[in-house]
């Protein structure tokens, strides 16, 4: 990682941080799907979600509230929200095969064909640990930057869920100036006779980012697919069905990548009803 870092210092003044660089950083998201990509829920800062908590009456400035590590930690950190209500469980098939299954029956919000096209359970060589099978769900999600960063997925450790997940978010972690790709949900399941619940709208899962100065604030923003990203989005995508160690590629993807990939989405505002007396029949 240092490594990288001392490298990026030679780049253009796009890609490292020089004089006049902003104070904020500003990462980029957004949805790349195909379909149904309104399910996709806007990422939101975990601070927001502690802040919403009553607060103690006369708290102690001591207090876990006003812990500046705690501050920082959640400053940097986001979640993202499940898109749909799954209640999935292992079982075998008439030839012993290992299935996911969706066991929520009539009561699914979700049909069947479009569960299993969502869910998918990976190959028994490629599983860290015999017997604790990993399956993956797509986040089409992607998360952008024009200056060196890093990003993190992990855990949403910050929320509390009953029933617990029988098993463990797998994570990962790579430079999204130079290499943003979509992201997947990763699941090693150790408890194999407990079901898996996603609820909508719960968080999913954690991404935090790392800049050059721990001290720099991350700004989230929503951005857009431009050509230029497209294009460089498809140099990235799907190599790992050709090649082994991708972070190999992190030097060819950043002597590729255009000068901007990164464009702030504009949403047009909501028009103004100027007289409070209109009725949902003049609208």
């Not at 990509?37 to 919403?52: H, L, N, Q």
Request: glycine share 4%; hydrophobic share 35%.
């Amino acid at each position: 990682m240092f490594s990288w870092f001392k490298s990026a210092k030679n780049q253009p003044e796009s890609l490292s941080q020089k004089e006049g660089t902003s104070r904020i950083c500003e990462v980029g998201w957004l949805v790349d799907s195909e379909k149904a990509g309104f399910i996709y829920g806007s990422p939101r800062p975990i601070s927001r979600r502690s802040a919403a908590n009553p607060h103690v009456d006369n708290a102690s400035p001591k207090g876990v509230n006003y812990c500046p590590a705690i501050i920082d930690v959640e400053s940097k950190t986001f979640e993202v929200p499940c898109p749909v209500d799954l209640k999935l469980a292992l079982r075998k098939d008439e030839k012993g095969q290992l299935r996911v299954v969706n066991i929520a029956g009539p009561d699914s919000t979700i049909n069947r064909q479009a569960a299993d096209q969502m869910v998918h359970l990976i190959g028994p060589n490629r599983w860290r640990t015999p017997n604790r099978p990993i399956i993956q769900i797509g986040a089409p999600y992607r998360f952008i930057a024009d200056e060196p960063v890093w990003m993190t997925q992990i855990p949403p450790y910050n929320h509390f869920r009953e029933p617990q997940w029988p098993g463990l978010l797998v994570g990962g972690r790579f430079p999204i100036d130079v290499w943003p790709r979509t992201l997947m949900w990763a699941f090693e399941w150790h408890d194999l006779s407990k079901p898996l619940i996603l609820q909508r709208g719960e968080p999913w899962f954690y991404v935090r980012f790392e800049t050059f100065d721990p001290s720099r604030p991350v700004r989230l923003v929503e951005a857009v697919m431009t050509p230029e990203l497209r294009e460089h989005c498809k140099g990235l995508d799907a190599v790992t069905n050709y090649v082994n160690r991708t972070f190999n590629l992190f030097t060819e993807a950043r002597a590729r990548r255009p000068a901007k990939l990164l464009t702030k989405a504009v949403r047009p505002s909501r028009p103004k009803i100027e007289d409070d007396s209109m009725s949902v029949e003049d609208l």
